[in-house]
Nanobody, 127 residues
Framework: VQLVESGGGLVQPGGSLRLSCEVS????????VGWFRQAPGKEREGVSA????????YSADSVKGRFTISADNAKSTVYLQMNSLKPEDTAVYYC?????????????????????WGQGTQVTVSS
């Protein structure tokens, strides 16, 4: 199983970025895929998650209304569209996957429940 993130970078406050997580070795239909972030000196935080087969999503309160998660099963890719970015969104963003059945078919932002991880992509929001 391999997850590869891309799309990070430097953006001004109020700007947008779209992160991509290309997944190989698993079928997205059977997995929950989540986005997590970790800022320096802080714990890893669940941002958003999706199971594309059931069409369900989860988003942390801190990003609701600004970030949107989506999936393209044909491309085996999960996206995180980030709008209205704030300096406090600065972090390394990771995508991760877990068999959806292991979550009892309820999405979670708890990073300890996810067992496949990408290497991360840096997002910096600064003027």
């Amino acid at each position: 199983v391999q997850l590869v993130e891309s799309g990070g970078g430097l953006v001004q406050p109020g700007g947008s970025l779209r992160l991509s997580c290309e997944v190989s070795g698993i079928l997205l239909d059977y997995y929950a895929v989540g986005w997590f972030r970790q800022a320096p000196g802080k714990e890893r935080e669940g941002v958003s998650a999706i199971n594309s087969r059931d069409g369900v999503t989860y988003s942390a309160d801190s990003v609701k209304g600004r970030f949107t998660i989506s999936a393209d099963n044909a491309k085996s890719t999960v996206y995180l569209q980030m709008n209205s970015l704030k300096p406090e969104d600065t972090a390394v963003y990771y995508c991760a996957a877990v068999l959806f059945a292991r979550l009892h078919y309820v999405l979670s932002g708890d990073s300890a429940l996810y067992n496949y991880w990408g290497q991360g992509t840096q997002v910096t929001v600064s003027s």
